[in-house]
């Protein structure tokens, strides 16, 4: 995968621009939530991850009864989905380096990530970790920065079983789910 410089002070890139994401991206992210969310069979039980959460505009979407957690490493971001989302937990981290235990969470969302992290495997296996075993995650990437085949292959380097590839306005998603067994 192709993969941007990251700058130095890439959090900081985040923050600046945090205040001004809703405005710009809330339509073309809205329209993933809707093909995401309409795959997914959500349980009373599940406890849900937004790793790369931004402001929060997934977790909106996501009904009350279900206990949720956003991840983000922008602080700028962070506040503002904690003002939008009352019902849900955020916390600034890093997701190649997630503050919770392995197997915690039964569904974990990463949406438009996958191309603005430094390692996207690393990433993707830190999710994994995370993830319950027979849990589910949906994460996508921008088409312009990775092919079907370069995520399938990241999907199976990292251990996880893919469901479905597909592409949505400018993203590529893949659902896949963590084996019982290794
Ligand atoms: C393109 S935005 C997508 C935000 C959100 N998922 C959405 O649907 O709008 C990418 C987000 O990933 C966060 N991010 C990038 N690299 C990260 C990292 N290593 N750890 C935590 N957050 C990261 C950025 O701060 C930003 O909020």
Redesign the pocket.
Known sequence: MKNEKIPKN??S???QT?WI?DQR?REI?EE??KTMLSKIAFKKRDLIL?????????LEKIPSKHRAVG????KK?IRIAKNKVRDSNFI?????NLPFKDNTFSKV?????L????HPQM?VREIARALQKKGLTVL?T?KKKATKREIRELIEKTGLKEKEVYEVSEDIVVIAFKETKP
Not at 50 to 58: K, P, Q, S
Not at 71 to 74: A, I, L, P, R, T
Not at 115 to 118: L, S
Request: aromatic share 14%; glycine share 10%.
């Open positions: 890439k959090m890139l985040y923050d945090a994401y991206y992210q993933k939530y937004d790793a790369g959460c931004g402001t929060g505009m997934l991840v983000d490493f922008s971001m600034q981290a890093d997701l190649n969302f990463g949406v438009t990530i191309q603005n992290v430094e990433t996508s921008l």
